[in-house]
């Protein structure tokens, strides 16, 4: 697994095609996303998480769409890039709030963003819970591309005991525009994705660990350790 140093690793070519930086983008998109990594439900005020992430996005580094947007001097191993974020989460009386913030590598670029949960059937002892969850995300401080991603996802997940397993289908959409010469961003494309997540939080003593699969434009996975009560 590779970090991204998007500001040091970016870098199109210009025999970039509008299919490479489609691609390029939906995968960056993919692993930015701001998703708080949990269960999507109902909290209270006194509800504060915080804790560490990551995404892990699968590429082909051999592809034309990473040859052509990436610096040669990056080398991919293991098949994944990845991008590790602090995750803050507060109830607000029904509901959840979460933040997202990484700084990537001693590097400018920067990728932030928040979540909001909404509960649409509480969950009972014998019954699981549903919510709607909506999600923005944005890379900064790279002069060559900019990115912005907005999803829409349903969840539904239940608890038992320590465990609480939980799935998800929603949609994310993309606005991303890159640039050849540093002054004109004459790459563009807009688009969205199916997201499809399952995954599995894990309760003890101190610690609250979540680990997670999503399904998009390729197969991620993402896992957080956090605090909180």
Known sequence: MTPLRAADDIKFKPVITPDDFATFSRLIAQGIYADPIAPARASGLLHFDAGIGANLVHIDDKASYWKNSVSKDITVSGG????PRIIVSKGYGGGTLSAS????NNTGAKTYGGAMDVPLVRGTVATPEVSLRGVYSKLSGVDVFKLKTYGVEAYISKGFGPLMPFASVGRMRYDAKGSIDTINF????????NRYTAGVRIS???PK?????TQAEQRSYAAKVSVGF
Do not use: D, R, T
């Open 101 to 104: 913030y990484a700084k990537i």
């Open 186 to 193: 004459n790459l563009q494309n807009k688009g969205s994705i």
């Open 204 to 206: 003890l003593l101190v």
């Open 209 to 213: 660990i979540v680990l997670q699969v």
């Open 80 to 83: 994944y890039v990845g991008v």
